[in-house]
């Protein structure tokens, strides 16, 4: 499933330095929004929710998993990634992020499956190492793909 998501048109890489949390999740969520699995009312939800509950979407060292609850405009299960070759702060300085990840689900079980890939996946520190290391979207893919098999 996690390859399924995880692909050409939802993985993305940037160079960009001058990027805010609030924009890195915009960006990350933009294939999303294109392809019809989340609205503009879903993303910025995720955001309202990281201004009002704090940085609580940060899942490990350098990781952020935005989502929001499925009636916020969730249409499918998806699963996005922006890879910034630069940290940026999530909330404060306490938390830098490189890794953004952005979930949508549609209820509460029928992602639970992309989770567990998800949390197998990033849970291996040499994988992690690897991912913050990737040059290229392609380079991200193959990482993702050769340990989802």
Not at 33 to 38: K, L, P, R
Not at 71 to 100: C, Y
Request: charged residues 15%; without cysteine.
């Amino acid at each position: 499933m996690l390859n399924d998501l995880l692909n050409q048109e939802t993985v993305q890489l940037t160079d960009a330095t001058d990027l805010s949390w609030e924009a890195a999740i915009r960006l990350a969520a933009k294939p999303l929004v294109a392809n019809g699995s989340v609205t503009e009312q879903y993303v910025n939800s995720m955001i309202d929710v990281v201004n009002n509950q704090g940085p609580y979407i940060n899942i490990g060292d350098h990781i952020a998993l935005a989502h929001t609850r499925p009636e916020n405009g969730s249409n499918r299960i998806s699963l996005a990634l922006l890879k910034t070759n630069h940290d940026i702060a999530l909330v404060n300085q306490d938390h830098p992020i490189t890794l953004w990840f952005v979930l949508s689900a549609v209820d509460s079980e029928s992602h639970l499956e992309v989770i567990k890939q998800l949390m197998t996946l990033l849970t291996n520190e040499a994988t992690v190492k690897q991912l913050m290391a990737a040059s290229s979207a392609e380079d991200l893919l193959t990482i993702i793909h050769s340990r989802n098999e």
